[in-house]
C-alpha cells in the first residue's frame, strides 16, 4: 500500500512512496501529528541520484519489521533535500556541530516543535566499524523519549540556542579590492596539486567556479601562474576518468587524486558549470581540447537531461544493472579487455585499451576499468579513435542505463541555461541557444506561473509545492541575463531584473547580508543563511554576481549597491577558504574591472557582436540590436548611433566610455582583459 508521499512531484520522495514505513513529506500536519501522539520525529533526508540512500532505504526502510517499529515509536518525515534546500541546510549544520562531520542519507530526531536532539547519517541493519545498528539507534532513541524527556529537552534546546548564536560576520564595510584577490590566489596556489590538478587531496572535486575566477583574474591581470593552474587542472580532468570519454560530461567527483575512478553520478549543476568554464577557457587560450569538451558536455546535457517539457532533470543515477542483473555503482559506464574485444574485435580492443588504459586488473572493481587517455599512446589516428569511440557508444546504449531524477530544480536550470546560451554563442550551434532558450520560456511559464514568486521545483510540467531559494533567484537570473547578452531579446533582461527586485525586497538583510529564505517563508529553527560555494555558487554569491550585471545593464544603483553589499562577504572569506568562495572570487574580479558595458549598435549576431561575446573582461555584459527599438530593450543601447552608417561599438566603465569603433580588431583589444 502506498504512504502519503505517493501525492508529492519528487522523485526521491516516490522512490520511497511503497515503503512500509508511514512516511510523511515536511508539513505542519507532520509535527502535529507527532505532537498529538507525543512521539519524536524521525527526519530521513536524501536526494534521488544518492548510492547510501539507496541501500539504507533497502536495508531499512523496506524491511517490513523495522517500519513497524518506526511507525509505533515516530512520525516519520522524508525530505529531498534537492526541493527543500533550507531544511537541509539547518539540520546539516546541526548535525556538523555534533559530530563533526556531514552528509546524505541525514537522519536527524527532532521533538514535535521541530527542535533536534540526535543525529546520524547513514546507519547499517546490523552493527558495524562501531556504528550501532539503525534498530539499536531507533530503540535508544525511544526509550531516552519515554524516560529521560527532560534530558532530551535540555539537549534540543541547546541546540537550537547554539544555532541561533551563530551569527555570521559578512566582513564588515567594504568590498574585496586587489590585496584580498592577490591573497585569495596565494591561498590556491598553495592547495593547488602540481602533479594532477585540482586542489586538495582524495576526494577531488571539480572546482569549476575556482577555475572561473582564475580566468577571470587572469584575464584582469596577465597572470600567467593562475592560467596555468586553470588550464592544467582542467586538462587533467578532460583526461581522466571522472569525464565520460565516450558520452560526454561529467561524474560527481573523483575518489582518487588522480580523476580515475569517479563516483558515477552525474549531476547537472557540475556539467552545467564545467561546460561554462571549458568555453571560457577555450575563449581565453583557443585550445581545441577546451572547445570539444564544452561540446560534448553542452549535448550530453540535451541528450540525456533534457525533459519532454524543454527542461533539465537534476541528475542521473551512479548505479544501473550489471549484466548479472544486480545494481551495482557505475555498471553503464565500465570495461573490461573481453568486453572490448567483444565490440571491437582483437586489434582495435588492443589500440582502445592502450588509448583509454583499459588494464587486465582493472582501475576499477572486479577487472573493470574506467576509461580515461592516460596520454601514453603517443600519435594516434584521430580517425580511428573516433570510429571506436562510436562502437563503444552504440554497445554501451545496449547496457540498461542509470535512472534520471526527472525534476526542473530552477536553479540548476539557470546555470544550465548560462552555458548552454555563451557555447552556442561562442562555437556557432543555434541549436543550442534554442536549448537554453526553451528552458528559461519553460521556467517563466511553470516556475513564475501566475504567482509572480519563483517557485524550486516541478515535474512534468507541474509546479511543486515549495517557494525557491536565493540561489534559486540568483542563477536563473543570472541564466536570464546570459541569454540576453547571447539573443539580443531584452525580455530576458527584463524577467531577471524581475527576479532580482524580490532578491532586494525578500532576501536582503542589514548591512549587505542576504539570506537563504525568502522574509516571508516558512519559519525554522534557524533561518538559512550560508556564503559559501559547495557544489554550486551560493545563493548569496549567485545573487551579487547577477546583481552586478543588471547594475551594469541599467544603471541601478539599488542594484549595484546591493552587490557590492554582498561582496563584504567574499572579502572576510576570499583569503580564508577561497576554494569555498570562487564565485564569490570571480565576482569580486567583475566589480574590480568595472565591469565593462559593451553597446553593440548592429545586427545581433554579426561580426561585432560576436567580438562583444568572445571579450575576456571579467563579467563584461554586451548589448546588441538595431533599429530604433533597441533602447527600448537594453538601456545601454539607448543614444548610441551607428557610425557612419556603420554597425558600431561602444566600451564604457565606471562612467568613462572609450571612442565608438566599427572595426572588430579594435573592439578584441579594448575587451581582452
Given at each position: 500500500?502506498?504512504?502519503?508521499?505517493?501525492?508529492?512531484?519528487?522523485?526521491?520522495?516516490?522512490?520511497?512512496?511503497?515503503?512500509?514505513?508511514?512516511?510523511?513529506?515536511?508539513?505542519?500536519?507532520?509535527?502535529?501529528?507527532?505532537r498529538?501522539?507525543?512521539?519524536?520525529?524521525?527526519?530521513?533526508?536524501?536526494?534521488?541520484?544518492?548510492?547510501?540512500?539507496?541501500?539504507?532505504?533497502?536495508?531499512?526502510?523496506?524491511?517490513?519489521?523495522?517500519?513497524?517499529?518506526?511507525?509505533?515509536?515516530?512520525?516519520?518525515?522524508?525530505?529531498?533535500?534537492?526541493?527543500?534546500?533550507?531544511?537541509?541546510?539547518?539540520?546539516?549544520?546541526?548535525?556538523?556541530?555534533?559530530?563533526?562531520?556531514?552528509g546524505?542519507?541525514?537522519?536527524v530526531?527532532?521533538?514535535?516543535?521541530?527542535?533536534?536532539?540526535?543525529?546520524?547519517?547513514?546507519?547499517?541493519?546490523?552493527?558495524?566499524?562501531?556504528?550501532?545498528?539503525?534498530?539499536?539507534?531507533?530503540?535508544?532513541?525511544?526509550?531516552?523519549?519515554?524516560?529521560?524527556?527532560?534530558?532530551?529537552a535540555?539537549?534540543?534546546?541547546?541546540i537550537?540556542?547554539?544555532?541561533?548564536?551563530r551569527?555570521?560576520v559578512?566582513?564588515?564595510?567594504?568590498?574585496?579590492?586587489?590585496?584580498?584577490?592577490?591573497?585569495?590566489?596565494?591561498?590556491?596556489?598553495?592547495?593547488?596539486?602540481?602533479?594532477?590538478?585540482?586542489?586538495?587531496?582524495?576526494?577531488?572535486?571539480?572546482?569549476?567556479?575556482?577555475?572561473e575566477?582564475?580566468?577571470?583574474?587572469?584575464a584582469?591581470?596577465?597572470?600567467?601562474?593562475?592560467?596555468?593552474?586553470a588550464?592544467?587542472?582542467?586538462?587533467?580532468?578532460?583526461?581522466?576518468?571522472?569525464?565520460?570519454?565516450?558520452?560526454?560530461?561529467?561524474?560527481?567527483?573523483?575518489?582518487?587524486?588522480?580523476?580515475?575512478?569517479?563516483?558515477?553520478?552525474?549531476?547537472?549543476?557540475?556539467?552545467?558549470?564545467?561546460?561554462r568554464?571549458?568555453?571560457?577557457?577555450?575563449?581565453?587560450?583557443?585550445?581545441?581540447?577546451?572547445?570539444?569538451?564544452?561540446?560534448?558536455?553542452?549535448?550530453?546535457?540535451?541528450?540525456?537531461?533534457?525533459?519532454?517539457?524543454?527542461?533539465?532533470?537534476?541528475?542521473?543515477?551512479?548505479?544501473?544493472?550489471?549484466?548479472?542483473?544486480?545494481?551495482?555503482?557505475g555498471?553503464?559506464?565500465?570495461?573490461?579487455?573481453?568486453?572490448?574485444?567483444?565490440?571491437?574485435?582483437e586489434?582495435?580492443?588492443?589500440?582502445?585499451?592502450a588509448?583509454?588504459?583499459?588494464t587486465?586488473?582493472?582501475?576499477?572493481?572486479?577487472?573493470?576499468?574506467?576509461?580515461?587517455?592516460?596520454?601514453?599512446?603517443?600519435?594516434?589516428?584521430?580517425?580511428?579513435?573516433?570510429?571506436?569511440?562510436?562502437?563503444?557508444?552504440?554497445?554501451?546504449?545496449e547496457?540498461?542505463?542509470?535512472?534520471?531524477?526527472?525534476?526542473?530544480?530552477?536553479?540548476?536550470?539557470?546555470?544550465a541555461?548560462?552555458?548552454?546560451?555563451?557555447?552556442?554563442?561562442?562555437?556557432?550551434?543555434?541549436?543550442?541557444?534554442?536549448?537554453?532558450?526553451?528552458?528559461?520560456?519553460?521556467?517563466?511559464?511553470v516556475?513564475?506561473?501566475?504567482?509572480?514568486?519563483?517557485?524550486?521545483?516541478?515535474?512534468?510540467?507541474?509546479?511543486?509545492?515549495?517557494?525557491?531559494?536565493?540561489?534559486?533567484?540568483?542563477?536563473?537570473?543570472?541564466?536570464?541575463?546570459?541569454?540576453?547578452?547571447?539573443?539580443?531579446?531584452?525580455?530576458?533582461l527584463?524577467?531577471?531584473?524581475?527576479?532580482?527586485?524580490?532578491?532586494?525586497?525578500?532576501?536582503?538583510?542589514?548591512?549587505?547580508?542576504?539570506?537563504?529564505?525568502?522574509?516571508?517563508?516558512?519559519?525554522?529553527?534557524?533561518?538559512?543563511?550560508?556564503?559559501?560555494?559547495?557544489?554550486?555558487?551560493?545563493?548569496?554569491?549567485?545573487?551579487?554576481?547577477?546583481?552586478?550585471?543588471?547594475?551594469?545593464?541599467?544603471?541601478?544603483?539599488?542594484?549595484?549597491?546591493?552587490?557590492?553589499?554582498?561582496?563584504?562577504?567574499?572579502?572576510?572569506?576570499?583569503?580564508?577558504?577561497?576554494?569555498?568562495?570562487?564565485?564569490?572570487?570571480a565576482?569580486?574580479?567583475?566589480?574590480?574591472?568595472?565591469?565593462?558595458?559593451?553597446?553593440?549598435?548592429?545586427?545581433?549576431?554579426?561580426?561585432?557582436?560576436?567580438?562583444?561575446?568572445?571579450?575576456?573582461?571579467?563579467?563584461?555584459?554586451?548589448?546588441?540590436?538595431?533599429?530604433?527599438?533597441?533602447?527600448?530593450?537594453?538601456?545601454?543601447?539607448?543614444?548610441?548611433?551607428?557610425?557612419?552608417?556603420?554597425?558600431?561599438?561602444?566600451?564604457?566603465?565606471?562612467?568613462?566610455c572609450?571612442?565608438?569603433?566599427?572595426?572588430?580588431?579594435?573592439?578584441?583589444?579594448?575587451?581582452?582583459?
Amino acid at each position: 500500500m502506498a504512504n502519503r508521499l505517493a501525492q508529492t512531484t519528487s522523485p526521491y520522495l516516490l522512490q520511497h512512496a511503497d515503503n512500509p514505513v508511514d512516511w510523511w513529506p515536511w508539513s505542519p500536519e507532520a509535527f502535529e501529528e507527532a505532537r498529538k501522539r507525543d512521539v519524536p520525529v524521525l527526519l530521513s533526508v536524501g536526494y534521488a541520484s544518492c548510492h547510501w540512500c539507496h541501500v539504507m532505504a533497502h536495508e531499512s526502510f523496506e524491511d517490513d519489521d523495522t517500519a513497524a517499529y518506526l511507525n509505533a515509536h515516530f512520525v516519520p518525515v522524508k525530505v529531498d533535500r534537492e526541493e527543500r534546500p533550507d531544511v537541509d541546510a539547518v539540520y546539516m549544520e546541526a548535525v556538523q556541530a555534533a559530530t563533526g562531520h556531514g552528509g546524505w542519507p541525514m537522519t536527524v530526531f527532532l521533538t514535535p516543535d521541530a527542535e533536534p536532539f540526535y543525529f546520524g547519517t547513514y546507519f547499517p541493519p546490523e552493527p558495524r566499524h562501531g556504528s550501532p545498528s539503525f534498530q539499536q539507534v531507533l530503540e535508544g532513541v525511544a526509550t531516552a523519549w519515554t524516560d529521560r524527556r527532560k534530558e532530551v529537552a535540555e539537549v534540543a534546546g541547546r541546540i537550537v540556542a547554539d544555532l541561533a548564536g551563530r551569527s555570521l560576520v559578512h566582513g564588515g564595510d567594504g568590498v574585496p579590492g586587489e590585496s584580498e584577490v592577490a591573497q585569495a590566489l596565494l591561498g590556491l596556489t598553495r592547495e593547488y596539486d602540481e602533479q594532477h590538478g585540482g586542489f586538495g587531496g582524495a576526494p577531488k572535486f571539480p572546482p569549476a567556479m575556482a577555475v572561473e575566477f582564475l580566468l577571470r583574474h587572469y584575464a584582469r591581470t596577465g597572470a600567467e601562474g593562475a592560467l596555468q593552474m586553470a588550464a592544467d587542472t582542467c586538462a587533467a580532468m578532460a583526461r581522466g576518468g571522472i569525464y565520460d570519454q565516450l558520452g560526454g560530461g561529467f561524474a560527481r567527483y573523483s575518489v582518487d587524486r588522480e580523476w580515475i575512478v569517479p563516483h558515477f553520478e552525474k549531476m547537472l549543476y557540475d556539467n552545467a558549470l564545467l561546460c561554462r568554464v571549458y568555453a571560457h577557457l577555450w575563449r581565453a587560450t583557443g585550445s581545441d581540447e577546451a572547445r570539444r569538451i564544452a561540446l560534448e558536455t553542452a549535448d550530453f546535457m540535451v541528450r540525456e537531461l533534457r525533459t519532454a517539457e524543454g527542461g533539465f532533470a537534476s541528475a542521473l543515477d551512479a548505479d544501473s544493472e550489471d549484466a548479472e542483473g544486480r545494481h551495482v555503482e557505475g555498471a553503464h559506464y565500465v570495461w573490461t579487455p573481453e568486453q572490448l574485444r567483444e565490440v571491437l574485435g582483437e586489434d582495435d580492443a588492443a589500440f582502445a585499451a592502450a588509448y583509454f588504459g583499459v588494464t587486465e586488473e582493472g582501475t576499477f572493481e572486479e577487472g573493470a576499468s574506467v576509461l580515461r587517455l592516460p596520454g601514453d599512446t603517443g600519435p594516434v589516428d584521430a580517425a580511428r579513435v573516433a570510429g571506436v569511440r562510436a562502437r563503444l557508444l552504440a554497445a554501451r546504449d545496449e547496457r540498461p542505463h542509470p535512472g534520471r531524477d526527472d525534476k526542473i530544480v530552477a536553479a540548476w536550470n539557470g546555470l544550465a541555461i548560462a552555458a548552454l546560451a555563451e557555447t552556442g554563442a561562442y562555437f556557432d550551434r543555434p541549436d543550442l541557444v534554442e536549448r537554453a532558450t526553451e528552458a528559461a520560456d519553460l521556467l517563466v511559464r511553470v516556475h513564475l506561473g501566475e504567482v509572480a514568486r519563483l517557485t524550486r521545483t516541478s515535474k512534468d510540467g507541474r509546479a511543486g509545492d515549495n517557494a525557491g531559494v536565493l540561489e534559486d533567484y540568483g542563477d536563473v537570473a543570472e541564466g536570464f541575463l546570459a541569454l540576453a547578452a547571447v539573443t539580443g531579446e531584452g525580455a530576458w533582461l527584463e524577467f531577471a531584473g524581475f527576479l532580482l527586485d524580490i532578491v532586494l525586497e525578500q532576501f536582503t538583510g542589514e548591512g549587505g547580508q542576504m539570506y537563504d529564505t525568502a522574509h516571508d517563508a516558512e519559519q525554522l529553527i534557524r533561518r538559512p543563511q550560508d556564503p559559501t560555494d559547495s557544489a554550486t555558487p551560493s545563493g548569496w554569491t549567485a545573487a551579487a554576481g547577477a546583481l552586478l550585471s543588471y547594475a551594469a545593464y541599467t544603471g541601478s544603483e539599488a542594484h549595484r549597491t546591493a552587490a557590492e553589499g554582498a561582496l563584504g562577504v567574499v572579502k572576510a572569506l576570499g583569503p580564508r577558504v577561497p576554494r569555498f568562495v570562487g564565485w564569490g572570487l570571480a565576482v569580486a574580479e567583475a566589480l574590480l574591472d568595472g565591469p565593462r558595458e559593451v553597446a553593440v549598435a548592429g545586427p545581433v549576431g554579426g561580426e561585432l557582436h560576436r567580438t562583444a561575446l568572445l571579450g575576456r573582461a571579467p563579467g563584461a555584459v554586451v548589448a546588441a540590436g538595431e533599429g530604433p527599438g533597441a533602447g527600448a530593450e537594453f538601456p545601454l543601447l539607448v543614444d548610441r548611433p551607428l557610425v557612419g552608417g556603420e554597425p558600431t561599438a561602444y566600451v564604457c566603465r565606471h562612467f568613462v566610455c572609450d571612442a565608438p569603433t566599427t572595426d572588430a580588431g579594435e573592439l578584441a583589444g579594448k575587451l581582452g582583459g
